[in-house]
């Protein structure tokens, strides 16, 4: 199960295998991030979202 990796919430999956969230990538590497929704209304930006990601 996925899970959001800024405040380690499970992230609930469709029935497609989608994360219900959203996945954001780090511009200098290819490794992806999954952000649950709840975070994504906090840090709104992708530049907040990448400054919360930093730091886990
Ligand atoms: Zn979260």
Partial sequence: MAKCSICKAQLAETFLGKI?????K??????????????????????????QLKKV
């Fill in 26 to 51: 780090k511009a200098s590497s290819s490794k992806k991030y999954s952000v649950c929704f709840s975070c994504q209304k906090k840090f709104s930006t992708k530049e907040e979202l990448l400054e």
């Fill in 20 to 24: 219900k969230g959203t996945i954001v």
